[in-house]
C-alpha cells in the first residue's frame, strides 16, 4: 500500500549547518507531496508542498525537490537556525487512499547554538 | 483569518473515566478530520466529516470513541471509557476541499488537546 518513509531522528546540527531529512514514498501514480512542521506545543502547520515531478517547494529558506525517478522528497535547508528545532513530517495525498493524508513518522530536529 | 480553534488544551484523567474534545475549524471549511498523535508518531486519521456527516471512521475505536459534528460547524469528540493507551495528542484539522487529492488540498491543524491516561 502507499506509504512515506522518513529518516529517523533526533537529528542534532549545530546553528548554520546545512540540514537535509530524507523521504522517500511508495504511491500509485504521481501524488502530491507535503512537508508539515510541529514546533513544540503547537499544530502541524504546511511547510512546503510539490504536485507534480520536478517541481520544487519552497518556503522560509526550506526546499524540497519532488523527484518521480527516485520517488523522493527530501527537505533541504542551507542553514539552520536555533527557531527551526521542531518535527518535520513528509506527507502524501495517496490517489487510492480514500482521500487520507499519509504520513511519515516525523523527523525531530535540534539546532544547537 | 481566525485558525483552528481547540479545546481544552489539556486533560489529565483516570482510567475508565470520560473525556470530551471540541473543535471549531476555519470559517467555511466543510471538510474536519480528527487525529491521534501518539508520541513519536505521525498523526493517525480517526474520523472525518463534510459538512455534517462522516466521510470516513474507519480507524475510529467505536468501542469508546465517538464524534459528531452537528450544524456542519463545530465538532465534538469523545472518550469514553478511557484506556492508558489513550495518551495522545488530539488534532483537529479543517480543509476547504473534498474528495480531491490535489496539491490544492491544505489542511489547517489546531494546537491540539493533549490527553493523559494514568
Known amino acids: 500500500g502507499d506509504s512515506v518513509t522518513q529518516m529517523e531522528g533526533p537529528v542534532t546540527l549545530s546553528e548554520e549547518a546545512f540540514l537535509t531529512i530524507n523521504c522517500t514514498y511508495t504511491?500509485?501514480?504521481?501524488?502530491?507531496l507535503f512537508w508539515y512542521v510541529q514546533y513544540p506545543g503547537e499544530g502541524l502547520q504546511l511547510l512546503l508542498k510539490?504536485?507534480?515531478a520536478d517541481d520544487k517547494g519552497s518556503n522560509k529558506g526550506f526546499e524540497a525537490t519532488y523527484r518521480k525517478e527516485t520517488t523522493s522528497f527530501h527537505l533541504e535547508k542551507g542553514s539552520v537556525q536555533v527557531s527551526d528545532s521542531a518535527v518535520y513530517f513528509c506527507a502524501q495525498w495517496a490517489l487510492d487512499s480514500n482521500y487520507q493524508l499519509i504520513w511519515g513518522a516525523g523527523t525531530k530536529l535540534i539546532i544547537k547554538p | 483569518e481566525a485558525g483552528v480553534a481547540q479545546s481544552p488544551r489539556y486533560k489529565i484523567i483516570e482510567k475508565r473515566q470520560s473525556v470530551a474534545f471540541w473543535c471549531n475549524p476555519i470559517s467555511g471549511h466543510a471538510t474536519l478530520y480528527w487525529y491521534q498523535q501518539i508520541l513519536g508518531q505521525g498523526p493517525k486519521l480517526l474520523i472525518q466529516?463534510?459538512?455534517?456527516?462522516?466521510?470516513?471512521d474507519s480507524q475510529l475505536p467505536k468501542d469508546r470513541f465517538s464524534a459528531e459534528r452537528l450544524k456542519g460547524v463545530d465538532s465534538t469528540l469523545k472518550i469514553q471509557p478511557a484506556k492508558l493507551e489513550d495518551s495522545a495528542v488530539y488534532l483537529c484539522?479543517?480543509?476547504?476541499?473534498?474528495?480531491?487529492?490535489?496539491?490544492?488540498?491544505?489542511?489547517?491543524f489546531g494546537a491540539g488537546s493533549r490527553l493523559t491516561v494514568l
Open positions: 510539490a504536485t507534480k
Open positions: 466529516f463534510q459538512n455534517n456527516g462522516v466521510v470516513d
Open positions: 504511491a500509485t501514480g504521481y501524488p502530491s
Open positions: 484539522a479543517s480543509s476547504s476541499l473534498w474528495r480531491t487529492t490535489s496539491g490544492a488540498n491544505v489542511l489547517t
